[in-house]
């Protein structure tokens, strides 16, 4: 990735979890109770009163990339 395209990334990533900071807490505790099998749904609702929904079923893979996040947090956490 571009240095500088990650930069704006994580700019834009800390200025959303400024906006909504109940978002990382509720991801953090759905990666500690997920296991393979879970099955993740989203809802949108818009504002014209249109509904979206969306889901996923957490498979091996997924808990791989879920570990390896948890890793580098608490890696991160530890510095």
Request: hydrophobic letters at 40%; glycine letters at 4%; a positive charge.
């Amino acid at each position: 990735m571009n240095p500088v395209h990650a930069i704006k990334y994580l700019s834009l990533v800390n200025r959303f979890k400024a906006n909504h900071p109940k978002l990382p807490q509720f991801i953090k505790s759905v990666g500690t109770v997920a296991d393979i099998g879970t099955v993740a749904e989203i809802t949108v609702k818009t504002t014209s009163g249109k509904t979206l929904r969306a889901n996923i079923m957490i498979n091996e893979e997924d808990m791989k990339i879920i570990n390896e996040f948890k890793a580098l947090r608490s890696d991160q956490n530890h510095k």
